[in-house]
């Protein structure tokens, strides 16, 4: 058995205010409780990603509640809930002439519960084949009655297209899909935000996890198609990108990039106009992931402000020759950007962090 090293927090009287509190000594974190007047110290780091245990709740039965995802352990035992075999180390505790104290050498040991790496976790490697495009469309509509969207009907032209140039294309609908909202992790703590998406680890029934298959394993372009919804990308477009958040912090905080050699396109239609705007916002946040671009990335189609005659403006997509032949040659380039990319190999799994988001000040 380990030797005891009982280390002073204090007068008692200092800790009795408060049912929890994270208490770091040097390297070592301590999630500290007090109840019905008894204390007791488990870690505090949890076992997901190191969350603040001290910085959480306490629950009505005991468990300490991590601030980042949810995750609980008791305050006396360390043990998760039952049925979960696991724990994090617990800690003896001690008042002695009128002061805490605390062993800094665990009574337990911590226990992961054994489960199977997500499938998102493997390393990324390309497989051989011919060129790989995915479209995403991400126009909401009703499942039982849908409309006809000029941005999918264009979607869908240019990946029949890049089957004609003897790629592999696959269409995705976000409006198909059962995924949940970005819950913010990232706004808790930059290592809160993990990759896999936390939402897709712990929700085995959330259907993001085909967004992300596609993106960063399977294609090499990535097409995205959007109406313009007040001069902005679609709501699916948006709850799509917030969940992508993952991908991008990776960069951030781990270096990173998960996004390599692969190309995006963008198309974009509506009713209203903006479309610079939109393709703008688009452009960035893809080049942030890590895309690359063709020569003229996107082709767009906008009536304008003063047009509200929507039936005509189907008509016109449908029937617009220039518009499906831009189209294609958006494939095209995409196509082709993407064959000298795949041609040159491995692309960068690191960025230097000058001048990029989060870099160190000197």
């Known amino acids: 058995m380990a030797e005891a090293k009982w280390h002073r927090l204090g007068p008692v009287e200092q800790f009795v205010g408060r049912s929890l509190r994270q208490i770091e000594i040097g390297n070592l974190a301590i999630a500290l409780t007090y109840r019905d007047g008894t204390f007791a110290a488990i870690s505090g780091r949890c076992n997901h990603v190191g969350g603040p245990l001290g910085n959480g709740t306490l ?41 805490l ?43 039982q009655f849908p409309r006809y969207s000029t941005s999918e009907a264009m979607l869908q ?35 809160a935000c993990t990759w896999p998406c936390t939402i897709t680890q712990m929700d085995p029934s959330d259907q993001l996890d085909q967004v992300y298959e596609a993106i960063v394993f399977w294609a090499d372009v990535v097409l995205i198609a959007t109406s313009i919804r007040w001069g902005a990308p679609s709501a699916l477009y948006f709850k799509m990108i917030e969940r992508m958040n993952c991908i991008q912090n990776q960069i951030t905080i781990h ?43 996107f082709v767009a189609h906008s009536r304008g402000w003063s047009a509200e005659d929507m039936e005509n403006n189907v008509a016109q997509v449908q029937e617009s020759r220039e518009l499906h032949e831009g189209t294609k040659a958006l494939a095209d380039r995409c196509l082709a950007a993407a064959a000298q990319l795949v041609a040159a190999g491995a692309g960068c799994t690191s960025v230097p962090r000058g001048g990029r988001k989060a870099h160190r000040q000197p």
């Not at 104290?101 to 226990?111: E, G, Q, Y």
């Not at 998960?258 to 610079?276: E, S, W």
């Open 59 to 99: 629950s009505d039965d005991g468990f300490v509640v991590c601030p980042w995802h949810s995750w609980q352990f008791h305050r006396l035992t360390g043990e998760a809930r039952p049925g979960i075999p696991a724990a994090v180390p617990r800690h003896e505790v001690k008042i002695e002439d009128g002061s």
């Open 157 to 191: 032209l240019a990946l029949d297209h890049a089957k004609e140039r003897a790629a592999i294309s696959k269409l995705i609908r976000l409006n198909d899909l059962s995924f949940k909202h970005c819950e913010g992790y990232y706004s808790k703590s930059a290592q």
């Open 101 to 143: 104290w605390v062993d800094l050498t665990p009574a337990t040991k911590r226990v992961h519960a054994p489960h199977p790496a997500h499938a998102l976790s493997r390393p990324i490697q390309r497989e051989p084949g011919p060129l790989r495009v995915v479209g995403i469309a991400t126009s909401a509509m009703s499942r």
């Open 255 to 297: 270096d990173n990039v998960l996004i390599r050699n692969k190309v995006a396109g963008f198309i974009i239609t509506g009713g209203q106009d903006n479309v610079q705007a939109v393709a703008g916002q688009m452009m960035l946040f893809f080049g942030e992931l890590g895309f690359q671009f063709p020569q003229f990335p």
